[in-house]
Nanobody
């Protein structure tokens, strides 16, 4: 059984920073993909950044230059450093393991096997 738990969300002013962390347990494979997703009320589930099993990283255009994803494979964790936050970044952020596609964009849902419960990020103007 795989379990993922996100942490690090909160409320910040525009221009501020947050660092999200995701801890995964129950992983038995040596290599795996990890992604950060977000969903705001009325919006779809958006993959904003991914770190692939072969150490490639991807970012959506809206977060490029502001967000940085990193993975510690040995510890089964993935982090998302979010700088220069904007009100439009407000959403619940989720991490997930081994989802497809890894290219950023809208996906079907922000829940399922190998998904975390989410952490709220609120950015005020």
């Amino acid at each position: 059984e795989v379990e993922l738990v996100e942490s690090g969300g909160g409320s910040v002013q525009a221009g501020g920073s947050l660092r999200l962390s995701c801890r995964a347990s129950g992983i038995t494979s040596e290599f795996f993909d990890m992604g950060w997703y977000r969903q705001a009320p009325g919006n779809g589930c958006e993959l904003v950044s991914s770190f692939t099993s072969d150490a490639r990283t991807y970012y959506s255009d809206s977060v490029k230059g502001r967000f940085t994803i990193s993975q510690d494979r040995a510890k089964n964790t993935v982090a998302l450093q979010m700088n220069d936050l904007k009100p439009e970044d407000t959403a619940v952020y989720y991490c997930a393991k081994d989802q497809a596609p890894v290219i950023p964009g809208i996906v079907l849902s922000c829940f399922g096997p190998n998904w975390g419960q989410g952490t709220q990020v609120t950015v005020s103007s």
